[in-house]
């Protein structure tokens, strides 16, 4: 075994029980890991991941995770600050449970005994199709989780696929503008905090190319501050709004300036835990419904939670804002964008105009496109990217799994979001009668002014991040 002797510096090799410094006799002496076994650095201040360092072994494997599952390339000892996008995949793949999402909840639980506090709760749609496992259920427990988020005290529970809708209003009417003013084009999708961070630290260049529009809790957590607050006739300030999602790089998006209107994110995980620490028999649950005003979404805002699923929400409604007419039937079950498959790619007519189209989880799998647009490759339109495994089904706040069968669980999860969306009646966004009545009411149309101001962000250049790193 190799040691450092933190004395005098000496790195020497000793097979004997008690170390001893071969140079200066020291025994205050460390083994030095491989640098392929050493943990991935943490912040204490970051806001999606934490590590218990009393669980990890050096494994290594948080690291192989990062860079080679990920595609997070950098040199540790270069970066300036911490790189990490808070995905959450060195969550699942921690063998020893050494790494878990930043907790929350027991903020959240705090404020649900607040009597001055009104506490909301929305629901990001993977969050339905895998709480159940942590119970030992599969496939979809929607009404189940809304009973049990009453149970723990929440003052309402609205659903967050009527934020995807929302998003899909606006990313839809932006994408059709650009066309008609060609560009900047390929459009991307700005849903996944992670891909965003991830574009901003490695592509600053293409900034321009990410669509304007905030997530879909980022709309929904200002929609909840800025209309829900006058229909209950409520301060904003006394609203406690509280995203539950999939995702561990919620955490950190919610830090932005721009997102501060939701003010907790809790994973599918943490409310599992909440569940349990409240003694909420979550197997003997009734169903309960959606609370009204946000509580309808389009299937279009159902498959937003995987891979594919928001190109194909995007298409619903711009077929629509291109032709007047509704999307055909093949555009309402778009296989080619469905599937497991890291990389899809799509090209479609609506009316005279060719639309090339690319579907894309795992930042490895995004890079050599990203080159060969900087480069002035515009072939595609629009180009869709999750970080997370099958998008957000496959998110570091999900229920944690046997590693070898990851792909398994997640294309279940996947499976019950596009068995729900063959069901519901509302296909596309723009049919959504909440959404409609939102514009009505308070938002005008897509991409006006008020829309802009409220559901539509900007990003930055954090490049520097990387220090000398190439």
């Not at 979809?140 to 003052?155: A, H, I, P, Y």
Request: glycine residues 8%; contains cysteine; charged residues 25%.
């Amino acid at each position: 075994m190799k040691y450092k002797c933190s004395i005098c510096g000496k790195v020497f090799e000793s097979s004997e029980d008690i170390v001893t410094c071969p140079i200066c006799a020291s025994h205050i002496v460390e083994k030095v890991i491989e640098e392929s076994k050493m943990p991935i650095p943490i912040s204490i201040n970051n806001p999606g991941i934490m590590r218990i360092e009393e669980k990890c072994i050096k494994c290594g494997r948080c690291r192989m995770v990062c860079q080679k599952q990920v595609g997070v390339v950098y040199d540790f000892n270069k970066a300036k600050r911490e790189v990490c996008l808070s995905c959450g995949q060195c969550i699942l793949n921690c063998p020893v449970g050494a790494l878990v999402p930043k907790y929350n909840y027991r903020k959240v639980l705090d404020y649900l005994h607040d009597t001055k506090k009104i506490v909301v709760a929305f629901t990001s749609p993977a969050v339905r199709v895998a709480l159940g496992e942590e119970f030992s259920i599969e496939g979809n427990v929607e009404g189940k989780m809304v009973t049990s988020l009453k149970e723990l005290g929440f003052d309402y529970v609205f659903d967050t696929t009527f934020g995807a809708d929302l998003t899909i209003m606006e990313e839809a009417s932006e994408f059709v503008e650009r066309l008609k003013n060609n560009g900047p084009l390929p459009q991307f999708s700005s849903c996944c905090p992670a891909w965003v961070r991830y574009l901003e630290i490695y592509h600053p260049n293409l900034i321009g190319n990410l669509s304007t529009c905030k997530s879909p809790i980022g709309m929904q957590g200002t929609m909840i501050k800025e209309y829900f607050s006058k229909v209950i006739n409520v301060p904003k300030e006394d609203i406690i709004a509280v995203a539950v999602t999939p995702c561990t790089a919620k955490k950190r998006e919610i830090t932005l300036p721009d997102n501060k209107d939701t003010d907790f994110v809790i994973t599918t995980t943490e409310l599992a835990m909440m569940l349990r620490e409240n003694s909420i028999d979550f197997n003997s649950l009734g169903d309960s419904n959606f609370d009204s005003i946000m509580n309808r979404g389009s299937g279009a805002g159902i498959i937003f939670g995987s891979s594919g699923g928001v190109c194909e929400a995007l298409l619903r409604t711009a077929y629509y804002y291109l032709t007047g007419n509704n999307a055909p039937q093949e555009f309402l079950e778009f296989t080619p964008v469905r599937g497991y498959e890291t990389v899809k790619e799509a090209n479609i007519k609506i009316n005279e105009l060719e639309l090339n189209l690319l579907v894309i989880h795992g930042m490895l799998n995004i890079e050599d496109i990203l080159k060969s647009i900087e480069n002035g490759n515009k072939k595609y339109h629009f180009i869709e990217v999750m970080n997370c495994p099958l998008g957000c089904v496959g998110g570091g706040g999900q229920p944690l799994g046997v590693v070898s069968k990851q792909e398994e669980m997640v294309n279940k999860r996947s499976a019950s979001l596009y068995k729900e969306d063959s069901k519901v009646n509302i296909k596309a966004s723009y049919e959504n009668p909440d959404i409609l009545s939102i514009y009505k009411n308070f938002l005008d149309k897509p991409l006006s002014p008020k829309a802009i101001e409220l559901l539509h962000t900007s990003y930055e250049d954090r490049s520097s991040i990387l220090g000398d790193n190439p």
